[in-house]
């Protein structure tokens, strides 16, 4: 009997956080902060702003930076490109140039910038990004010039999952002194989302995988841009991680009480619902969250409010979004 309720109270601990779970749903209307840019020289008809990075700079300004893809820039077309705004919900935020292109003298892939993403810590702006091949750093002190930070061999490259493997789109979570690193790769063409951690931004752990298959697939882009938050109401971390861009955009929310571990064929412990948004990041301002993600014709970038509800009955939760 002794064995039977340690075996009911730990089923009971993990059953319970799913019944309790909130929903993120999108709330109100879109403000577009972004449209494409001019690149001057470098413009071509089919660019399009994708993956991106919001934050918030040392003056109190709002900056974007985007991988603007199908450029005229060499190889394989990716470049940042920089707006700017006064405030987090104005619209038209002011173009500000292009912010960086890769630099092949630092193991960069000529045009494979991809997903910048920028945390503050001490005083210090540290900005992921992908070069194609590596999870690569700079750093600030204002939040809007960065420089690149080389490692023993010169190369800006961190970490990598393989050759071929495409490691990209990082985003990075402090949880008490260590900093989870979470990213996307497709060993096999199998797409799914690895984190590492570390304890000074710049030496990272072995990569584990924390999330891969279920509803969302298991295709090469399957596991695209994941963002993880911590959503104390739910006590639980949430993972968004894209599969469509476009019009029939699609992003899957998985919920974990451990951040490294949102379900490998495990909908029916993590799934939470879907969102129809692309290449999300999410936002926390004035006590409030908002939701960033790519316009549906892949023409700019636009924000809203999220709002977290209670999850309707039992099992999957149906779309969440303002479909």
């Known amino acids: 009997m002794l064995g039977m309720g340690l075996t009911c109270s730990l089923l009971l601990s993990v059953l319970v956080p799913a019944e309790r779970a909130l929903v993120p749903r999108i709330s109100g209307g879109w403000r577009v902060v972004a449209r ?5 020289p470098l413009a071509a008809p089919h660019q399009q ?14 900056q974007l930076w985007s991988c603007i893809r199908n450029t ?6 990716r470049l940042f490109y920089r707006w700017q705004g006064e405030s987090l919900l104005e619209p038209a935020w002011e173009p500000m140039g292009v912010a960086m292109e890769a630099d092949p003298r630092f193991g960069e892939t000529p045009g494979g910038l991809q997903a910048p993403y ?3 810590a001490a ?3 540290y900005m992921f990004y992908g070069d194609w091949e590596n999870i690569c750093l700079a750093t600030s002190r204002d939040g809007k010039s960065f420089t690149r930070q080389l490692n023993a061999q010169g190369k800006t490259g961190m970490f990598s999952d393989g050759a071929g493997n495409n490691t990209r789109d990082p985003m990075v979570l402090a949880i008490g002194p260590e900093y989870y690193c979470y990213y996307s790769a497709h060993p096999n063409q199998q797409g799914a989302v690895y984190a590492r951690t570390s304890r000074n931004l710049r030496h990272w752990s072995d990569s584990r ?3 891969f298959g279920g509803s969302a697939g298991t295709g090469p882009c399957s596991a695209e841009c994941p963002f993880v938050l911590y959503h104390p109401p739910s006590g639980c971390y949430c993972l968004f991680r894209t599969q469509r861009y476009g019009a029939n955009a699609q992003t899957s929310v998985y919920r974990s009480t451990n951040p490294l571990d949102f379900g490998l064929n495990n ?5 939470l619902c879907t969102l129809p948004v692309a290449a999300p990041e999410i936002i926390q301002h004035g006590g409030e969250y908002y939701l960033a993600a790519l316009l549906p014709d892949l023409t700019g970038i636009q924000i809203a409010r999220l709002e977290w509800a209670p999850r309707a009955g039992r099992g999957r939760a149906a779309c969440c979004g303002k479909c």
Do not use: M
């Not at 993956?51 to 040392?58: L, M, P």
């Not at 005229?72 to 077309?77: L, P, Q, S």
């Not at 909908?267 to 799934?271: L, S």
């Open 36 to 40: 494409n840019p001019d690149l001057g």
């Open 49 to 62: 702003p994708v993956d991106f990075g919001i934050w918030q700079a040392a003056d109190g300004s709002w």
């Open 72 to 77: 005229k820039c060499a190889g394989n077309t």
């Open 118 to 120: 920028v945390l503050k």
């Open 123 to 125: 005083e210090v702006y």
């Open 209 to 211: 995988r924390v999330a």
């Open 267 to 271: 909908d029916r412990q993590h799934f």
